[in-house]
């Protein structure tokens, strides 16, 4: 089969198509032949040598057809998504025409994907399913509540923007640029403020949750800028992956205010298993047009160092998808 692999660690042009073995069917696991994949931030830095782990064959979800499922948990040819479970960082990943993933990281897309293009149910996997589970476990927002969304122009919060908004949310999001303010907008935000530093000296409101996207270089700031009681999760690195400097929760964090982290790894464990997101009742709503998921632009396979170059010089204003022949 045709892969895409990590040659060496750098820019773009360090990923390369190349020939190798086609995966091999083994219990516990499914061979999916890969329709879509979706780019993320995460395979950037797996490119460039900045990640813990990381496997030749980068992507950490796909869409696509069941090939062969040893177990007999899924029929041949069911449309499924698959998505972390070591995709990407222990084991090959998405980048390639066919992959293996865990049982327990493979779920069907249901019956309203019918109604979708394959790059169209790419879009959806980790984004949706991560934003599902910072906002409704982590963050347990509530219809009504105030939802501030720090770097809501990337397409985890893109995606969030819609679930929250869909949910009746009251959504304020950041953008470092102007020209992005009626995109999010049109999603549906209420109110949308310029990013950058002390953004709670400049907030015109507290409010019950933050999604925190931007990272460790703004976390510390939102805690600032929640009521009592209210919540931040932080579940993005937009602003790079340097550590927190100092952190005195003594001196930084208000009494009663909640932090949590969530990292979409932990897919498939025990803890967060799959099944616990809603992904068919999501593809429902993308298929019903109740929000647009599409991705903002689809890539052939061949394509790809473009779309990492996209991705490094933060010129992408939505998902990236690339399409498997």
């Known amino acids: 089969m045709k892969a ?52 030749p064959i980068s992507g950490i979800e796909c869409v696509g057809e069941v090939a062969s499922c040893p177990g007999g948990e899924f029929e041949e040819g069911t449309p499924v998504a698959s998505l972390m479970g070591g995709l990407g960082r222990t084991i090959s990943g998405s980048y ?11 779920v069907p ?27 409704f476990r982590n963050l347990e927002i509530r219809a009504g509540q105030q939802l501030l969304i720090r770097g809501g122009t990337s397409a985890f919060g893109r995606s969030a923007i819609n ?32 990013e950058g530093p002390n953004l709670s000296m400049r907030a015109p409101k507290k409010f019950d949750a933050i999604l925190e996207l931007i990272g460790n270089s703004t976390v510390l700031d939102s805690l600032k ?33 909640h932090l949590s982290f969530f990292g979409s790894f932990v897919f498939g464990s025990p803890e967060f298993p799959l099944s616990d997101v809603p992904l068919q009742e999501i593809v429902t709503m993308v298929a019903r047009k109740q929000f647009n998921a599409d991705p903002w632009r689809v890539f052939d396979f061949e394509e790809i160092r473009e779309a990492h170059r996209l991705m490094e010089a933060n010129e992408a204003h939505g998902k990236m998808v690339v399409t498997v022949s």
């Open 109 to 135: 897309l249901g019956p309203a994907a019918a109604q979708l293009r394959w790059d169209q149910l790419a879009a959806i996997p980790e984004s949706y399913a991560t934003a599902w589970t910072c906002l």
């Open 163 to 194: 679930l929250a908004v869909n949910a009746g949310v009251h959504v304020t999001s950041t953008t470092r640029s102007e020209n992005r303010i009626a995109q999010l907008k049109n999603l549906g935000a209420e109110d949308v403020l310029i």
């Open 225 to 257: 800028i929640v009521h009592r009681g209210g919540r931040v999760c932080l579940a993005g690195w937009l602003g790079g992956l340097a550590p927190i400097p100092e952190f005195n929760p003594l001196l930084q964090m208000a009494s009663g205010v």
């Open 96 to 106: 390639a025409e066919f992959t293996r993933a865990k049982v327990l990281n493979v």
């Open 4 to 55: 895409i692999i990590i040659e060496k660690f750098g820019g773009p042009e360090s990923l390369v198509i190349q020939e190798v073995p086609t995966p091999e069917p083994r219990q516990g696991e499914v061979v999916i032949r890969i329709k879509a994949f979706g780019i993320n931030h995460a395979e950037m830095h797996m490119r460039k040598g900045e990640w813990a782990e990381w496997v």
